[in-house]
Nanobody
Framework: QVQLVESGGGLVQAGGSLGLSCAASGRTFSSYAMGWFRQAPGKEREFVAAIDWSGSMTNYADLVKGRFTISRDNAKNTVYLQMNSLKPEDTAVYYC????????????????????WGQGTLVTVSS
């Protein structure tokens, strides 16, 4: 069992930066692949980024590639999402998720592939 708690959301102007954190409970955090998703009002939850258990492999949605960076610190049981050059369309609730297995890029983009979810943190980007 893994419990996830996101933090770091808030209000930022377009073009600005924000860093999100996701703290995980449990001694097996380092064995999980981790992902970030987001959900804007009235829209489906969408994939943002994923990272394998070691941090050596990452996967990004095209919309955020080059602007967002996912990383992890297994010693701190934490996964991060650094978001730069933010746009109003990045406004959403951001969720982190844990997955028992690293899959293909297509698999890692699916909500259904993940086993545990946090409660989300709101990011609002003003124009």
């Amino acid at each position: 069992q893994v419990q996830l708690v996101e933090s770091g959301g808030g209000l930022v102007q377009a073009g600005g930066s924000l860093g999100l954190s996701c703290a995980a409970s449990g001694r097996t955090f380092s064995s999980y692949a981790m992902g970030w998703f987001r959900q804007a009002p009235g829209k489906e939850r969408e994939f943002v980024a994923a990272i394998d258990w070691s941090g050596s492999m990452t996967n990004y949605a095209d919309l955020v590639k080059g602007r967002f960076t996912i990383s992890r610190d297994n010693a701190k049981n934490t996964v991060y999402l650094q978001m730069n050059s933010l746009k109003p369309e990045d406004t959403a609730v951001y969720y982190c998720a844990a997955d028992r297995a690293w899959g293909t890029p297509a698999e890692m983009r699916k909500v259904s592939h993940y086993d545990y979810w946090g409660q989300g943190t709101l990011v609002t980007v003003s124009s």
